[in-house]
């Protein structure tokens, strides 16, 4: 009797995967990467042209050049990076595959939605840590306040008139807005939208008040002289914005979440090959090109060793867990 189609290549796929586990780690690490072979896929959960994706673009263009092999980017925007985490869980374990993923990808999406179809400790393997950026308050100037505590007396002046923008329900930018109303005791009009860009531009025109947004989106809309930035969500000020002084030190606490990027491969990746990307990720992170140019977007490039980025996604996991339980979110 025939086999279905679908049986073929499934029989395909579970061989494939056994001829792949077969291998001895020696010879994955000598064979890794195949000079003039099929190029390593760094995956991305936004659409062409945004600040991640930028970031990919140009590790890619360096890790090429030290791994002396193609890099590419492969944008999948969609389900709050859900959709391209879950290609990335699904891929060979074979080093070609990879993730730049946000923290809210491993960190908060589990938290906040009802439906991830990945698990962010069982289905990757951490290679090393990105960047990191903080998420920062952006008011639109139509608001008569120049710092945290004004804002905070104009929205008490203004119960349930004032609105902040996030970029979508569940997201970090809803989980800190939503954190800042119950600490500051204030009664704002959460409006989701379907991404940073479409809130910024809202914000840029007046429709709404204040967003927490990420930094380099912020550094481009306060340059419209229609947004202003208040302060950082982080522990401590960052370059780009040495001017704007943190939450902490406005007397506001617990807005200091880690907000970081990275890069993970599918489970089961061998070690040696972990290792050669975490060696040649280590190497670009550190180029004064790349690291000007995430200084440039409101980010601090930096690599890590893949245990210390395993413990980061963990810590941070559990951090914005008890977040959202504090806040009350309910699963989208």
């Not at 673009?57 to 092999?69: F, M, N, P, S, Y």
């Not at 990191?132 to 002046?157: I, Q």
């Not at 409101?298 to 210390?308: I, K, L, N």
Request: positive net charge; contains cysteine.
């Amino acid at each position: 009797m025939k086999k279905p189609c679908g049986t073929r290549r499934a029989f395909g796929v579970a061989l494939g995967a056994t001829a792949f586990l077969g291998l001895t780690p020696l010879a994955l690490a000598q064979d890794f990467p195949v000079r003039g072979g099929k190029p390593i896929r760094i995956v991305v959960g936004f659409t062409a042209g945004g600040g991640t994706d930028a970031q990919a673009r140009i590790v890619a263009q360096k890790l090429g050049e030290v791994l002396g092999t193609g890099v590419i980017v492969d944008n999948k925007p969609g389900a709050s990076t859900m959709l391209a985490a879950s290609e990335v869980a699904r891929a060979l374990p074979d080093g070609y595959t990879l993730l730049y993923a946000p923290s809210s990808t491993m960190a908060q999406n589990p938290h906040t939605f009802s439906q991830v179809p990945y698990d962010p400790f069982k289905d990757f393997t951490a290679i090393s840590m990105g960047g990191r950026g903080p998420l920062v308050l952006s008011v639109s100037t139509t608001v008569p306040a120049s710092n945290v505590k004004e804002l905070v007396a104009y929205v008490k002046a203004n119960p349930g008139k004032v609105s902040y923008a996030s970029f979508g329900a569940g997201t970090s930018s809803h989980i800190y807005g939503e954190a800042f109303v119950k600490k500051a005791g204030i009664d704002a009009v959460h409006i989701p939208y379907k991404g940073g860009s479409d809130a910024a531009k809202d914000l840029i025109g007046g429709r709404v008040q204040y967003m927490f947004d990420s930094a380099s989106s912020a550094l481009i809309t306060s340059g419209t002289g229609k947004v202003k930035i208040l302060a950082i969500a982080a522990n401590a000020r960052i370059a780009a914005l040495p001017d704007v002084p943190t939450f902490a030190e406005q007397g506001v606490t617990g807005l200091d979440l880690p907000s970081w990027l990275g890069f993970y491969g599918p489970a089961h990746m061998p070690a040696p090959v972990v290792a050669r990307l975490n060696a040649a990720l280590t190497q670009v992170l550190a180029m004064p090109q790349v690291r000007d140019f995430y200084r440039s977007g409101g980010y601090e490039a930096g690599a890590s060793t893949p245990e210390e980025f395993a413990g980061i996604t963990r810590s941070s996991f559990e951090r914005w867990g008890t977040m959202v339980q504090q806040v009350g979110l309910a699963k989208q």
